[in-house]
DNA sequence: CCTTGCCTTGACGCTGACGACAAGGTTTAG
DNA sequence: CTAAACCTTGTCGTCAGCGTCAAGGCAAGG
């Protein structure tokens, strides 16, 4: 499978095949002619890491996982790195949550505050009737 | 009242204060050297902007908020568009806290299986005993 | 006079995950 | 013979909000 077909049947792009190759998350063979070669294996890589990339991870957040399913585990996730990843991420989510929790309880008020103090001495855009 | 000590009493930096005013969002008087002079009022519009930017506004939804407070209002949300922005940027939170909701929720999923499908089929590192 | 400490404009760096070229080699079909 | 459709490496651009020099002007104290 060389790089144009991986990229259709993983559902991105040659540039970021080659991008994550030069980032050492996907190692292709080379065929005579100096084209990348890619087997099913590194189809089902470049799938997990489009996956966690989806949900929010870095490129380095990704690697235990891509090293783990090349270990050959069913699931990339299976290994203790990966679990300890996991584990990062979802604090980091419920960090997130909660600001953005307290963040939009901020908007709520200060939406009333604006509505119930709403004023006319304000800046008009272009006189829409000249 | 000049760009450093303005930087200061607004708890930010002289860089940040000449980026707002490229963005045309702060307007300074000139004095004869060529220094900026600012008044009170521009400290009160440098505050509103931080206090926006760190609850995750962007430069450009803060425009109104800064041209409400120049036309005279007590608050920079008591003018049409920036209830505009303030109704937008709650249902942008909104969804964001949903996607990020549904992230959490497969992150915990996906911990579970990995924890329940433990594999020792795992990449070592550098071992740690030679 | 010289140093210190303000201020000025200008311009490059950074972070992340790529997109968008450029300039060229290869293979296949017509 | 050539055009199409692949592939290669390399380099620059993108978004946002600044940080970080660089090179120099101006004002005041000793």
Known sequence: MLIGELAERAG????TLRYYEA????RPQRSANGYRVYDEAE???VRE???LLDVGFGLDDVRPFVA????G?????????SVLVLRRKL????????????VR??????????IAHREETCPRKRPSAP
């Open 68 to 71: 783990c399913l090349r270990a």
């Open 43 to 45: 189809l089902r890589v």
């Open 105 to 114: 309880q901020q908007l709520r008020t200060q939406l009333t505050h604006a």
């Open 12 to 15: 991105t792009s040659t540039r």
């Open 23 to 26: 980032h050492g998350l996907v």
């Open 73 to 81: 585990n069913a699931s990339g996730d299976v290994c203790p790195d």
């Open 49 to 51: 890491i489009r996956a």
């Open 91 to 102: 604090a980091e989510v419920d960090d997130y949550l909660d600001r953005l929790t307290a």
